[in-house]
């Protein structure tokens, strides 16, 4: 009967993590949102995403209460929320990220990056609780760095390769941070089920889960942009000539681009602003430097939560769906040792690139393979499964 369990809710887990990646792409390209400018940057789109997700676990809280569940099996005891708020710090990190990258790239080329963390987890398991690293853990990880390695192998060899299928910078910094907090939570999720108080079921610790998301993801929207504006960083003196040409000039339209033009000059390879200026030509520039997302960190929460353009908010709440159902599905299996069900929460990363060709992505054949050889090194750590229980892990409180 565990087994059956588990393998429903891995079903309906992964179809929603496929959705998600899906929908969160669509609500950032201009084709999807009715041909305009997307206009809502990723710390706005994770507010309603929160909300989104906040409101239908509030519906299925209501719903069990209705039918009978006391008020007091909805908390789940300090110590389990102090893992909820811990979990809802990095799960607010994680979702701007996952709404900075398919800003610029396709799901295909990051999905299967951002769950590196399950291949090391064997190793996770042997420093923290003395746990063997069987064959099948070296096996695993083998397969996941050469998965991983495949659609690079273009570029490695000096083929020409497509500068938008190559993950820069900035892109790699945030798949270390998604797979950091991704890691923590999964951790973080036995505990919050393992701690909680009897009775406490999942919609309950989702719905806390998200009150902290909102009150965590609120602030930021408040706080950074004031700090933002404290220190100029959309007024910059000096700009190099390469990225005020690449950053800055290429995002602008021909009025932005004219107006700008007046205020900064090129002298010996930077760009440098003129002086007294009065407060209204600072704003102004300061209104164009944001539109073009200039600073990359601050640009996160540029915004206001009621934004000109409605469809990518869509796509976002759609997505707060789908990600209510498979929040749901990961605290009822966390009742579960996660390295029985976790790694295989992941199979559809070896289906997104054949979604994504559909929509008309340039997907290579390098892609495809590199994908299903690193989703089969995330699940084949524990295909000895065979030979281990499948037991529940042991509650705080009984």
């Known amino acids: 009967m565990e087994?059956?369990?588990?393998?429903?809710?891995?079903?309906i887990i992964n179809g929603a993590l496929g959705g998600?990646?899906?929908?969160?792409?669509?609500?950032?390209?201009?084709?999807f949102v009715g041909n305009q400018p997307v206009g809502v940057s990723p710390g706005?789109?994770?507010?309603?995403?929160?909300?989104?997700?906040?409101?239908?676990a509030l519906i299925a809280v209501i719903i069990e209460v209705v039918r009978g569940k006391k008020i007091k099996y909805l908390w789940p005891g300090f110590i389990s929320m102090?893992?909820?708020?811990?979990?809802?710090?990095?799960?607010v990190i994680e979702n701007i990220g996952f709404f900075y990258l398919p800003r610029y790239y396709s799901p295909h080329l990051f999905a299967p990056y951002v769950n590196v963390y399950l291949a090391f987890l064997p190793f996770f398991g042997k420093f923290l609780f003395d746990a063997p690293i069987?064959?099948?853990?070296?096996?695993?990880i083998i397969l996941v760095i050469t998965g991983l390695t495949i659609p690079y192998l273009p570029r490695i060899l000096g083929g020409v390769t497509d500068p938008r299928a190559v993950l820069d910078g900035t892109a790699i910094t945030w798949i270390i941070i998604i797979n950091c907090c991704l890691c923590s939570q999964q951790i973080l999720n036995n505990k919050t089920v393992q701690t909680a108080f009897p009775g406490v079921g999942p919609n309950a610790l989702v719905v806390w889960r998200e009150i902290w998301k909102m009150i965590f993801i609120t602030s930021a929207l408040f706080i950074i942009p004031v700090i933002g504006n404290m220190m100029n960083v959309n007024l910059p003196d000096k700009i190099e000539s390469k990225e005020y040409e690449t950053r800055v000039i290429t995002k602008l339209d021909g009025n932005q681009k004219n107006y700008i033009s007046n205020f900064y000059s090129e002298v010996e390879g930077n760009y440098y602003l003129s002086t007294n200026l009065n407060s209204e030509q600072k704003e102004e520039i300061k209104k164009i430097f944001s539109a073009a997302e200039y600073n990359r960190f601050f640009s996160l929460f540029d915004g206001t939560i009621i934004p000109n353009n409605w469809w990518p908010i869509l796509f976002v709440v759609l997505a707060g769906l789908t990600g209510y159902i498979y929040s749901f599905g990961f605290f009822k299996?966390?009742?579960?040792?996660?390295?029985?069900?976790?790694p295989y929460t992941n199979v559809y990363l070896a289906i997104i690139p054949f979604v994504m060709f559909l929509f008309g992505e340039n997907v290579t054949g390098y892609q495809i393979i590199g994908a299903v050889i690193t989703t089969a090194g995330l699940m084949v750590g524990v295909s000895d499964y065979k030979r281990h229980k499948v037991e529940e892990i042991k509650?705080?409180?009984?």
């Open 82 to 91: 102090i893992t909820i708020i811990i979990c809802a710090f990095t799960g």
């Open 3 to 11: 087994w059956l369990l588990i393998i429903l809710w891995l079903s």
């Open 20 to 31: 998600q990646y899906v929908l969160n792409w669509m609500g950032n390209q201009r084709r």
């Open 333 to 342: 299996l966390a009742r579960f040792a996660a390295h029985f069900w976790v």
């Open 395 to 398: 509650k705080t409180y009984q």
């Open 44 to 56: 706005v789109m994770t507010w309603w995403r929160e909300l989104s997700k906040l409101v239908w």
């Open 134 to 140: 069987r064959k099948e853990h070296w096996i695993g």
